[in-house]
């Protein structure tokens, strides 16, 4: 067994034992806690969706936030109005997403480079106004959103609904993981980083480029879907307003941040976003109420630093550091 | 026939924005093929600028040269600082870069205006002029305000020594170095330039849409459509293109009204506006990438 995978499965052995520490550490263990812990894996889902396409398949997308957005109403609409249980939405959303990919990655197969993430920026842009369409309102309840039922603990387990739900986040994540890894490790994931690395190379040896890149965009966002899907249950509530190019833009704040082609890099970028993100909120509320300043600090300046500044400083991203200092210092030794 | 001409001014006026946005966006494009995706905030921005000055006792125009010369500043500032060191990166990390450019001036704005919607002044009284039941004063103003920036560019382009420089630095670099030309400053300039034609956008809208942190999305989505009917490497199709989309924008809303009027039939209407920019710019880029004036870029393999 390599290094890696001893590494893998150590940590989800922790993230298993975790919630049932609850009773023995109550100060450490929270319901809140875990919820946050069930976000960031929703967050990690998500930007591997995004990492498939950009870090992998090298088409960029800046609109990401529309097949999120896709999932979590797709899951939303078939608990609402059809009573489909929560975890049979996630597949059914997955499908959904897949279709609705394939059917952008289309077009988005004449475009290149700024092109493509120019589409895609209007792809963002248009999605909460696409929600509040009226013929679809019936389905979507318009501005309102839909609120629904939080996820109940099944089989009579023991466990609060926080703990049963950062279960199945994890479940969910864990299969989608090992999904992503094997196709990466197969040849279709080779003949996806062929295409990114040397287009044309790869289609003189064979690969169907049309093909690979248009179903690669279509799996990008089924995961990215699913992730939405699993946000609708998580939080139990959707609406148009909250699908907007900020949510795109903390994709890709967690692409950049983890790890532009990597899987390692998407569970950090995940849990990265969705940190900055709370203790913005935390900073922003001590800034006004304890300092008394009218400064109505937003995560979003923290964000765009941070792109900026990784950018300039470790453009592989926290797991590209990580793993040259691994590297460094096994050298020295 | 009436509601009609009015809509067509409208479509006019909002062409107009459009067009400035349009055309900010084109001038750097062609100097570097980089799409400015934080140009929209960058225009919010210098519009809170000229706000701040005129709460701080100045008056409208005062305020409007001050905040123009002010995004001029800012614009060479950030050519210089973030991206002149980046102009061998790859595309990723430039549209990174100008994301990040977006969050930060979003999120600095309602940091220090806060998000609450703000009224913004028109410097055009009620009643001046514009032409009763078809085009209001604040329309007619905004069309001639941009009207007169477009010509001071084109006079600037065309006739003086600088803008010659800055044309030929942007289309030949190599060459325009050869024959001594600071090709760099040339882009910085017009970066410079880029963000004072995009407040002057900025500035003339806020009295339409209001004064808030995220005004200018729409608006930024359909300058994208307006520079890539017109053609995105052609800064005189980009303008012409910035006023068909905006009559096009307004015609599509209104033939949506009139059919709902008389088959009761909602199909499509103001709600819609940015999914029809959606449309045009997907049409765009798939079907006609050079729109209609621009240049069809041939790749050599």
Redesign the interface.
Known sequence: MSDAKKWVLGLIAVALVLPLLKPVLPDVVSDYRLFLISTMIIASIAVLGLNLL?GFNGQ?S?GHGAFYAVGAYTAAVLMDQLNVPYWATVPIAAIVCFIVGYLFGL?AL??E???L???T???A??VP??L????LEGLTGGVQGIVLPKPEVPFGLPLSEDQWLYYFCLFTMIVLFWAAANMLNSRSGRAMMAIRDQN?AAETTGIDIALYKTVTFGISAAYTGIAGALSASAIAFVAPDSFN??LS?KF?IGL?VGG?GSLAGSVIGGIFYVLVDNSAQALSQFIKNDLGL????????V??????AI??LM?MGIAGGIYLMWHKLRGAR | MEQFLQQIASGLANGAIYACVALALVMIYVST???N?AQGEMAMFSTYLSWQLMTWGLSFWVAFVLAVALSFVLGVVIERA?LR??HT?P???I???F??????????A???W??LIKEYPSPFPKGSFGIAGVIGPHQLGVVVVTLIVLTLLFVFFRYTPLGLAMRAAAQNPQMARLVGVRVDWMLALGWGLAASVGAVAGIMVAHIVYLDPNMM??I??YA??SALVGGISNPAGAVAGGFIVGILENMVAFAGNQIEKATGV?II?N?????V??II??FV??VK?AGLFGRVVVKR?
């Open positions: 950009t960029f800046l077009p004449k475009l480079g700024h092109y993430a120019l589409a920026f209007a792809l842009l248009a106004q696409i509040k369409y009226k013929w044309m190019i900020f833009i890709l950049v532009i009218q400064f109505d600090l937003s995560a979003y300046a964000f765009g630093v941070l792109l900026i950018i300039y453009p | 093929d980089h799409i995706f973030i060191p980046l990166a595309v990723l990390s549209i990174v870069v994301i990040g450019l977006l969050a930060i001036f979003n999120a600095l309602g940091a220090i806060s998000y999305g729409g930024l989505l994208f459509a909602y209407g709600g819609e506006k940015l999914t920019a959606l710019v997907i880029l798939t990438p393999v």
